[in-house]
Structure formats: structure tokens, C-alpha cells
């Protein structure tokens, strides 16, 4: 991987005292996708106003395309940025917000209207170019700021939040559309957000922070399978963790019982360790069901259940340790409350994470 | 409804009656205040036009007027940015000491002000005059930009930045458009309290500098001059039309986009 954008151990502290961004290190590939995924307050846009010279690191660097952006402006980095809120000019049309950038860096006229009337056409907005930010609504409000980020060709573009304030339905289609886009001009983009879901779905690679610090960097399905800690386990995707003991390649898994996980880490024997078990890697043993070799199985007694209609979401208890089992099946109604159901592990779908 | 109509109607009459008396008054035939005026003419007003210690205080008035706006808004503007956005130390001591003036009577500002411009040698002059009412006008046109700058979104700054535009051009092309409503209003509030402020003026302002409030109230102390409603009577013009302009902008405003 060759790296474009390099931050290396910045530290943001505020007050002195506590440190909003604490020692990240991120190494981003040209046209990668990366998602900043975390809980409120845990540093990301904090990052990306760094990134985007906003405000400045207290201690660490950030370079982009080898060089060191530390001490340059933001109005001389070559970095788009999406806001939240928008932050679309309210006294300029469509096309004089998106045309702004080229007329700051002083493009000539027939570059500016060649460019401007491409970037509106790829985020479909030509209809509306003479039109003000207020007559638009929030969908194709932000369609302008993704224009105006990226019209002027920067070597990066960074999105805070930028489907924050849409309606589901919107957001998938701006999801859609943010991906359509990247692939089309293959820029690399830099998107924070706090929604796994959106994470999963549009990301080449997810970093989840913490308290300012990243706990995982990796692609979407590896952080879902095999999260490096607890909480990237609890904050990415539903699940159940058990507390266990690495003994001789099993794991003992507390009040349910012992599986050998295929690949299980030498390093971890001995140890006690959380074992991660998502709800769909659990499966419903019908009385009549064949248990494979291997496979753990235990009872578990039916607290509630939850009809998606295509799934559903099955709350129980085994030794009085919550557990949460979902299901491709449509008779939830034979799991009233109360009901015992045997559920199986099978154990490739074990996770163990290193205390 | 129309009781509700009615009852709007009297109190205007009420509040607009004793303003209005002096638009026939302006027209009178008599040299004191009789009412009603025992005769209709002109005169009045060609007597304002023709008298130097009536027409020099107007030119006065507004020139101060203007320069306290200018300045006001030159001082207030960037304080209102620090205070808004920056956190520094004394900080709450700095936004309070800019409200102070409007805490102290203006009967000892004035004097104040008298003791204080008389060492450079600044009583009796326009800029003297200024400097008073720019202080006069600080506490109130600073509440303006400050509430102003606080419904300002700062991202619309850095969205100005990524695009590629220094500080000088942000504030041109997007904090000052975007701020004109409440920068607008907080140098017309300094203008018109500069136009309007009489304690001060009657202390400092002396002859070469003397404004029309200071001219009026010399005149009604002095003499009966008519004239005095004359002036009334074109503020009080002034007032409506400015009042309509800034209806018929507003409307423009609306409309135009
Ligand atoms: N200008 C500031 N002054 C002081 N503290 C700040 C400032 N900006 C952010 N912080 C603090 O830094 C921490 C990280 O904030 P940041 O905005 O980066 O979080 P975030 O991950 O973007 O959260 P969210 O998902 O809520 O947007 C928070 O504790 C926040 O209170
Ligand atoms: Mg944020």
C-alpha cells in the first residue's frame, strides 16, 4: 500500500488536560475509502478538522502526498471537506456555492463553466443551478456541498457526518450515491460517521475510535468477524460476549460450556478472554436436528423475541447470561416467553478477544 | 375584531397626536407657538434653509452621526468576534467592560467626557463629539454583532477556507454578506443614538461642533422660534421614509431570489 495520507501519532488536547484525539496513527492509500466510526465525542471530527487545518495538532504530524501540511493553512491544503450542517453559502445560488473554490483558486471562466456544469451533472443538480441553498431540500442541499468539496479536484476529500441529518430512505441513497461517486472519480475520501451500518456498507476500510484513539483499523467484514477488542465487538454489530478460559486449544466458555475454535491464537492460552458469538452465528436446533461434530449446544430460556419479518431477534438466557440469537425463520411464535430452545455454536463462528 | 381594530387605532392617535401638532405648527404665520396657528405660509422653512445656526447643526448632526456608525462599527465588530468566538482570559471581564457605559447615568458621562477630551483639546470638535457617542453606542451595537455572530455557523468559514480563500476573503465574500443584516442594523443603532443624544452633545459639542438636538434645545430655551417645528417636522419625514425604504428592501429581499 502506497501512503498518500499519513497521520502519524497527532494529539489534540484542548484544555490542556484531557486529550480529544490521542496519538492516532492512520495511513490512508490514494482513492481508498476510509471510514472514521465511533461514539459522540471520541475524536473523529476532531481528526478531520486537522486533517483539514482547522485546527492544529498539538503534537504529531499529517502529511499528504509526502508533504508535511503541519504548518500550511487550510486555504492552501488541497482538501475538500463536507460538512454536516451543510455550510452551503446562503446568499449564493447552486452554481456560484460550487463554482467558489475555482473562483478562489482563480480558474479562468471557461474552465470554471466546463467544470461546474460536470460536477452538477454528476450529482445531478443541473436543473437547479440558479436556485438558493433554501430552496432545496436537505438531500439535494448536501449534494451541493459534496459538488462544492470536490469541483475543485482536491487530493482528498473529507465527509463529517454528511447524511447526519437525513431521513433512512435518503441516506441509503446518498450512500449510494457517495459510493457511485468515489468509484467514478476514484478520489480518496476520508468519512466520519457514527452509524456501523453505513461503516459496513460503504467502507474499504473502517477505523473505530475510542476516546481519541483508534482500537481497530481494518476492512469491513474482519472488524465485524474479528474485532481486536471488547469494544469494537460491543460497538460494531449486535453480539454476545461471554466471559471464557483458553485451556488446551478450548475455550471454556462460562455457564455454557467447552469448543475448540479452529484458529485460535496460541498466544492466548491459559488466559481468561472474551468470547464473541454474534447473534446469527447461532444456530436453532430443532428436536429432530443432526449436531455436527464439534458443535456446542446449550439451552436457553426464551425471554422475548423480536419479529422482523425476513428475521428474528431472539432475547433468552442460559445460566442467567443474556443471550441473543437471530434467526431466518418465520414461527417466532413458538418462542413465547418462557419457552427453553436449543441453540448450537458451531465452532468457525467463535471469536476470541484477548483481555 | 373591529373592537380590537378600533382600540389599535386610538392608541396611534394617542401616541402619533402630539408628534403630529408639530407638522401645521411648522407652517405658521405667527413667531411663537400659537395653536392653532392663526395663519399658513412657507416662511418657516425658508428661514431654516437661510440660517447658518440652524442648517450648520444639521450637517453636524449627520456628519457625526455617520462617523460614530463608522466607528462603532469598526470597534465592535472585531470585539464582538473575540469575545464570540475565542476563548482567552478575561474573556467574561472584556464583554462586560464594553457594556459598562450603558450602566453609568449619562449626566456623568458627560462630564466625563468634558474632563476627559478637554486634555488633547477635543471639546468642541466633531471628532471630540464622535469619540463620546462611539462610546455611547459600543454597549448595545456590541449586543447586536454578538447576537448576530453567535446565529453564525462557523463552518461556513472553514467551507470558505477549503475553497481556497484566506482570511481577508472569507471575511469578504462570506462572513460579511452573511452578517450584513445584523451589521446593518448595529450601525444604524449607533447612527441614530449619535443623532438623537442630546446630554453629551449640550457638554461637549461647543459652537463649531454644536448638533441639531443641542441647537433645539437652545432654541426652545432661548425664544419661541418656530423653526424648531420645522425641524420636527422633517425628522419626523425622515423617519418615515426610512422606514419605508427599509419595508420596500425587505420586500426585495423576499421577492428578488
Ligand atoms: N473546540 C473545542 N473546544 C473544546 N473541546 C472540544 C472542542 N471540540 C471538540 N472538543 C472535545 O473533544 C472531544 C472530541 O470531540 P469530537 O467533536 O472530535 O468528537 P466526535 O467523535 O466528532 O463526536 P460526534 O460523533 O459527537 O461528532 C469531545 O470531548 C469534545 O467535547
Ligand atoms: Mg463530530
Redesign the interface.
Known amino acids: 500500500m502506497t501512503d498518500y495520507l499519513e497521520i502519524k501519532s497527532i494529539v489534540k488536547s484542548f484544555d490542556g488536560k484531557i486529550n480529544a484525539v490521542d496519538g492516532v496513527d492512520l495511513s490512508i492509500a490514494k482513492g481508498e475509502f476510509i471510514t472514521l466510526l465511533g461514539p459522540s465525542g471520541s475524536g473523529k471530527t476532531t481528526t478531520l478538522?486537522m486533517v483539514?487545518?482547522?485546527e492544529h495538532p498539538t503534537s504529531g504530524t499529517i502529511e499528504l502526498t509526502g508533504r508535511d501540511l503541519t504548518k500550511i493553512?487550510?486555504?492552501?491544503?488541497n482538501?475538500?471537506?463536507v460538512?454536516q450542517?451543510y455550510?452551503?453559502?446562503?446568499?449564493m445560488t447552486v452554481e456560484k456555492n460550487v463554482s467558489?473554490?475555482l473562483r478562489?483558486?482563480k480558474f479562468n471562466r471557461s474552465e470554471i463553466e466546463t467544470r461546474v456544469r460536470r460536477i452538477l451533472d454528476l450529482v445531478a443538480l443541473t436543473d437547479h443551478a440558479a436556485k438558493?441553498p433554501r430552496q432545496l431540500s436537505g438531500g439535494q442541499q448536501q449534494r451541493v456541498?459534496l459538488a462544492?468539496?470536490l469541483v475543485?479536484d482536491p487530493d482528498v476529500l473529507l465527509l463529517d457526518e454528511p447524511l447526519g441529518a437525513l431521513d433512512k430512505n435518503l441516506r441509503e441513497q446518498m450512500q449510494v450515491e457517495i459510493k457511485r461517486i468515489h468509484r467514478e472519480i476514484g478520489i480518496t475520501m476520508v468519512y466520519v460517521t457514527h452509524d456501523q451500518t453505513e461503516a459496513m456498507t460503504m467502507s474499504d476500510r473502517i477505523a473505530v475510535f475510542n476516546k481519541g484513539k483508534i482500537e481497530q483499523i481494518d476492512v469491513p467484514l474482519k472488524v465485524y468477524r474479528e474485532p481486536t477488542t471488547r469494544f469494537v465487538g460491543e460497538f460494531v454489530g449486535d453480539s454476545n460476549l461471554f466471559d471464557g478460559l483458553v485451556k488446551g486449544g478450548a475455550v471454556d466458555v462460562t455457564g455454557i460450556g467447552a469448543i475448540r475454535p479452529p484458529r485460535a491464537d496460541p498466544k492466548l492460552e491459559g488466559r481468561a478472554v472474551d468470547v464473541l458469538v454474534r447473534p446469527e452465528w447461532l444456530r436453532i436446533v430443532a428436536p429432530n436436528d443432526r449436531v455436527a461434530d464439534g458443535e456446542l449446544t446449550f439451552e436457553i430460556v426464551v425471554d422475548d423475541t423480536i419479529n422482523y419479518g425476513d428475521s428474528i431477534l431472539l432475547f433468552g438466557k442460559a445460566q442467567q447470561r443474556s443471550v441473543r440469537v437471530r434467526a431466518i425463520t418465520s414461527h417466532a411464535g413458538i418462542f413465547a416467553r418462557g419457552a427453553k430452545v436449543r441453540v448450537a455454536i458451531d465452532p468457525a463462528n467463535v471469536f476470541l478477544i484477548a483481555r | 375584531m373591529p373592537i380590537v381594530i378600533i382600540f389599535a387605532l386610538i392608541v396611534t392617535v394617542f401616541l402619533f397626536a402630539p408628534v403630529l401638532i408639530v407638522v401645521p405648527m411648522s407652517f405658521t404665520t405667527s413667531q411663537s407657538y400659537a395653536f392653532p396657528p392663526p395663519g399658513y405660509w412657507t416662511g418657516q422653512y425658508a428661514k431654516y434653509f437661510s440660517d447658518p445656526t440652524w442648517y450648520l447643526p444639521t450637517i453636524n448632526s449627520f456628519t457625526i452621526a455617520l462617523g460614530t456608525a463608522i466607528l462603532t462599527l469598526a470597534l465592535v465588530i472585531p470585539a464582538a468576534y473575540a469575545v464570540v468566538r475565542y476563548r482567552f482570559k478575561g474573556r467574561a471581564f472584556a464583554n462586560m467592560f464594553l457594556i459598562t457605559p450603558l450602566l453609568v447615568p449619562t449626566i456623568i458621562s458627560a462630564i466625563a467626557y468634558y474632563k476627559y477630551l478637554s486634555y488633547p483639546k477635543l471639546v468642541g470638535t466633531h471628532i471630540g463629539v464622535i469619540l463620546a457617542h462611539t462610546c455611547l453606542a459600543t454597549p448595545v451595537a456590541m449586543l447586536i454583532m454578538a447576537a448576530a455572530l453567535k446565529g453564525y455557523d462557523r463552518n461556513l468559514e472553514r467551507a470558505a477556507m477549503m475553497s481556497g480563500a484566506g482570511v481577508l476573503r472569507t471575511f469578504f465574500y462570506v462572513t460579511f454578506p452573511v452578517l450584513r443584516p445584523g451589521i446593518v442594523v448595529a450601525g444604524l443603532f449607533a447612527f441614530l443614538n449619535s443623532f438623537d443624544e442630546t446630554v453629551v452633545s449640550l457638554f461637549i459639542a461647543g459652537r463649531a461642533a454644536s448638533t441639531l438636538p443641542k441647537r433645539m434645545f437652545e432654541s426652545i430655551q432661548l425664544d419661541t422660534d418656530p423653526v424648531i417645528a420645522v425641524v420636527s417636522t422633517m425628522l419626523f419625514l425622515l423617519v418615515i421614509c426610512m422606514f419605508l425604504l427599509q419595508a420596500l428592501l425587505r420586500r426585495r429581499q423576499f421577492h428578488g431570489s
Request: proline share 14%; glycine share 10%; aromatic share 24%.
Open positions: 478538522l483539514a487545518g482547522f493553512p487550510p486555504y492552501k491544503r482538501v475538500g471537506m460538512f450542517n455550510a452551503l453559502f446562503p446568499h467558489f473554490p478562489m483558486r438558493y456541498a462544492r468539496g475543485f
